[in-house]
């Protein structure tokens, strides 16, 4: 088993100031291609303290991977200390430094004096192309230890260890990884979740490893063995007894599925959104194509635009108020027509902080208005105003998942 030390950089990390996600996304990576993760250290900017950090982790493991410290500014010392630490003269990236010349020039802006630091590299380090940020990644090898620089913007990171980090890694070490399958569900707690199939792993799979990964959003079941076959016959003996509530497997997103189901029936939606202000149009469209099947929407806070566009009537709104079935129905119906959709989708509710007896935190009605039907669902969701906002908006993503499939 070869051993990985993770260290990450960043005293905006220590004061409460960023929150950390490099480590995670990091150990993520590596367990799956068979690394064992040794150790995570999260230090100050500091050069001191990333030479002691380092001298103890090349004394224990394989692999040190550095996060953070590769940009302009003046507490970016990762690069300048390792360069010293291990005496590597550094050079001009030619590469590099046209990028971020070219970056400037078109904001005709010149370039400032330290943005030019990033294309200083130590000489003999293999370098890891950054395609959305200028600093690269590093790889320096010393005898048989690897030290791997990365930066520590989350989205740079991410990309530079997918594509590079890992195919060379696996490139570098004969290891056994082991065999991972992920299936996504919504609309189902962790405890429902465990009585549904807990007597799967203690009867039928006892060398196989089921995690539980909840959030806001749902619930990630991780099935791992090193027997790929016992991996596949506990998925699909999960997924029978799950299937209402499973929307993917891997990676997928309910927002993708969604795409994926609306594509393949050549179907448009429109949203109105009040309580969820924007987050599910968003969510929508974060996804590439899909202008396809998105035709638009409208954020119908106030009670005149639920009126004016959504065409929800004044008598609905006085004898139920705007956070009730009766307008979320109208609201999907009147959207439908406005955009001329197949689908029409709304979300109303009270995401706090203040609320009514009547009309508790929490309390969301989704509609959905298709040719065939129109449908309200009632919910009592837990948390503050973004988790709130955030649940909403992937719940009315599954209603439209649950009536496409239904069909």
Sequence with gaps: MALVRIIITGSEILSGKVIEKNSYQILKGLTKIGFQIEKISVIHDDSQMLKKELEDALSQVDVIIISGGLGPTKDDITKDTISKYFSLRTYIDETILNKIEEYYKNLKKPVPEFAIKQALLPKKAIILENPIGFAPGLIIKKGRKIIILLPGVFEELKTILENSVIPFLEDNFNLK???????RTVGISESEIMAKIEDICRKKFKNIQISYLPSCLGVDIEISSEDKKDVNFCEKEISSRLKEYIYGYENISLEEKVGELLRKKSLTLATAESCTGGLLGNKITNIPGSSDYYLGGVIAYSNEIKKLICKVKEETLKQYGAVSKETAIEMAKGIRNYYQADIGLSTTGVAGPTSSERKPIGLVYIGIASQKKAVVEEY???????????????????????VLEGE
């Excluded at 990884?177 to 299936?183: D, F, L």
């Excluded at 009592?380 to 649950?402: D, T, Y």
């Design 177 to 183: 990884p082991k065999i991972y399958k992920t299936i």
């Design 380 to 402: 009592h969701f837990l948390g503050n105003r973004e988790m709130i906002k955030e649940q909403a908006a992937q719940m009315a993503l599954n209603l439209v998942r649950k």
